[in-house]
């Protein structure tokens, strides 16, 4: 759920003075009138990548299987196309946790997994059904992050779009 800093919260001080109030100290805010949301998003499994990467692989097994190609290559290749689904099985799952924001900053917690921060890096891609989030956390490793809109409820995808797209 995004709870974004704003003016009508008591917590702050009006925009034109600069600072934040909070535990009785003033901290100097980055612009007079900026706001700092805070996002939090659950994903769940999504259906829909996952029928769509079943009936992609049985179209690839009947397209190879009723081809004119040798029977040892489509020996071959039926194993590979399933190997390959199987694969993508499992990066789709690693899409379920949890997508947070604080302080301009971005993390991500995998479920049963430590919360990682990250930046952006490369391609956003940010559609009506699909978002796709490409980035390094700070030890270098790759973020990426493919989650269809079924899997998260739909205030909170609307506010991650909202987020992602005024987020660089």
């Known amino acids: 759920m995004t709870t974004p800093v704003c003016r009508t919260d008591p917590s702050v001080r009006s925009a034109a003075?600069?600072?934040?109030?909070?535990?009785?100290?003033?901290?100097?805010?980055?612009?007079?009138?900026?706001?700092?949301?805070?996002?939090?998003?659950?994903?769940?499994?999504?259906?829909?990548?996952?029928?769509?990467?079943?009936?992609?692989a049985i179209q690839s097994c009947l397209l190879v299987g009723f081809s004119r190609l040798p029977w040892m290559f489509v020996a071959l290749m039926i194993p590979a196309i399933l190997a390959f689904a199987l694969l993508e099985w499992r990066r789709l799952l690693r899409g379920v946790g949890r997508l947070s924001t604080a302080e301009r900053r971005w993390y991500w917690q995998a479920r049963g997994g430590a919360r990682r921060e990250f930046r952006f890096t490369g391609e956003l891609t940010l559609w009506r059904w699909l978002i796709v989030i490409n980035g390094r956390d700070l030890d270098g490793r790759r973020v990426r992050l493919v989650l269809c809109r079924d899997s998260a409820d739909a205030d909170d995808w609307r506010r991650l779009l909202v987020a992602l797209r005024f987020s660089r």
Do not use: I, Y
């Not at 909070?22 to 999504?46: H, I, W």
């Open 17 to 56: 003075s600069g600072f934040r109030v909070r535990d009785g100290a003033a901290k100097p805010s980055r612009s007079p009138g900026e706001r700092s949301a805070r996002l939090a998003c659950d994903f769940t499994p999504s259906r829909v990548l996952q029928t769509s990467l079943v009936l992609l």
